[in-house]
């Protein structure tokens, strides 16, 4: 059976559970703040970091986020 895909509710609740810095930073990213998605590049000239350093942030902060994805998805 396929996973229904995930409402933008459902997926802000996901991040607002996070830190408050790792739920502000992706919102960034996905566009829930300015409503206009942020690329790594634009992320990192904000966060003043390399566009690397960014990649691995985001990669740590999405791991949790799909940790609780699965929780949600499971219960």
Do not use: C, H, W
């Amino acid at each position: 059976m396929r996973n229904s895909p995930l409402k933008p509710e459902q997926l802000l609740a996901v991040i607002e559970s996070l830190a408050s810095n790792d739920a502000y930073l992706l919102k960034l990213r996905f566009g829930f703040i300015e409503s206009n998605p942020k690329s790594i590049e634009e992320l990192a000239k904000i966060y003043n970091i390399s566009t690397d350093e960014m990649y691995k942030e985001l990669r740590q902060i999405e791991k949790i986020a799909q940790a609780k994805l699965r929780e949600i998805k499971g219960s």
